[in-house]
C-alpha cells in the first residue's frame, strides 16, 4: 500500500498550485540567492520539487536547477510549466531516500517539506539527509525548512490548523493528534484532487526541536548549522521562537 503522500500527489499537481502555503515563492527566492551570494554558477538540487515552483523561479534568475520528486503528475505540471515560460529545467523522478547524486551540486534545497519530515520512520528521514549530503560538493550547502518542535510545546496543533484552513486553502484536517513521545502528529485529511476526487488520508508528520536538526546533520557532515524562524514568501535570519510552527534551516559542509 503506498503511503498517504504518495497517495495525495498522485493527481493533485493543480490543486497544489492553489495552496495559501506555496504563495511565498518569490520571498523565498530571494533569501536562497543571498545565501549563496547570488553566484549563477551554484549548482542547484530541488529536493521533493513538487510542481517545480522553486526549481522554475531560480531557473528564470539564471541558475541550473535539478529538480526530484516522487510524483509523476507533479512533474509532469512542472514540466508544462517550465515549458511555457520556455524555461530549462531538469525534473527527474527520484526518490529522495536513494538518490543517485555524488558531489554534484553546490547548493540542495527542500523547502515546504518537499521530503523530509512526511517519513513514516526518523530513519527515512535521516537517510533523506544523509543523501542531501551525499549530493553536494565538499563546500556544498543546504536549505531546508521542518516543523518546529518547540510550536507544539507551547501552542494546540490542533487549533493552527483548524486556523489554517479557515484561510483559501483546499484541504481540511480533521481527528489531530499530537504525541509528545514520538514528535508526531497524525489527521484525518480531507483533499479534492484534480481530478475532482475527495481522499480522505491519515497523514503522520514529525516534528523536530532544533537540538535533534543539528545532531543530525552535522552527523552527516556538515560543520555549521543555523536554525531560524519560516516566514512564510519571507525567509531570512531571524531568531527561531516557540511562535514559529516551521523551522528554516542553513547548513554548510
Not at 123 to 139: G, H, P, R
Not at 140 to 169: A, C, D, R, Y
Not at 199 to 219: A, D, F, G, H, Q
Amino acid at each position: 500500500m503506498k503511503p498517504w503522500y504518495e497517495k495525495l500527489f498522485e493527481n493533485y499537481g493543480s490543486k497544489y498550485d492553489q495552496e495559501v502555503f506555496v504563495q511565498g515563492t518569490l520571498g523565498e527566492c530571494d533569501f536562497i540567492e543571498t545565501e549563496i551570494g547570488f553566484n549563477k554558477l551554484t549548482r542547484i538540487l530541488d529536493i521533493g520539487c513538487g510542481t517545480g515552483r522553486h526549481s522554475i523561479e531560480l531557473a528564470r534568475r539564471g541558475y541550473a536547477v535539478t529538480g526530484i520528486d516522487l510524483s509523476e503528475s507533479m512533474l509532469k505540471k512542472a514540466l508544462s510549466k517550465a515549458s511555457d515560460l520556455k524555461l530549462s529545467v531538469v525534473f527527474q523522478k527520484q526518490d529522495a531516500r536513494n538518490l543517485p547524486f555524488s558531489k554534484e551540486f553546490d547548493l540542495a534545497v527542500m523547502l515546504c517539506e518537499g521530503a523530509f519530515p512526511l517519513m513514516e520512520t526518523d530513519e527515512m528521514n535521516f537517510q533523506i539527509l544523509q543523501n542531501a549530503s551525499k549530493s553536494l560538493t565538499d563546500t556544498g550547502k543546504l536549505i531546508f525548512t521542518t516543523l518546529n518542535g518547540l510550536f507544539p510545546l507551547f501552542h494546540s496543533v490542533k487549533e493552527f490548523m483548524e486556523n489554517q484552513e479557515k484561510k483559501e486553502g483546499t484541504s481540511t484536517s480533521e481527528e489531530l493528534t499530537f504525541d509528545l513521545m514520538t514528535f508526531r502528529d497524525t489527521s484525518l485529511a480531507s483533499f479534492v484532487d484534480d481530478l475532482g476526487n475527495t481522499l480522505e488520508l491519515e497523514c503522520n508528520e514529525r516534528y523536530y526541536v532544533p537540538s535533534e536538526i543539528t545532531w543530525l546533520l552535522k552527523s552527516v557532515g556538515f560543520k555549521e548549522v543555523g536554525i531560524f524562524g519560516a516566514t512564510l514568501g519571507a525567509y531570512s535570519r531571524k531568531e527561531l521562537t516557540t511562535e514559529d510552527f516551521e523551522m528554516l534551516v542553513v547548513a554548510s559542509k
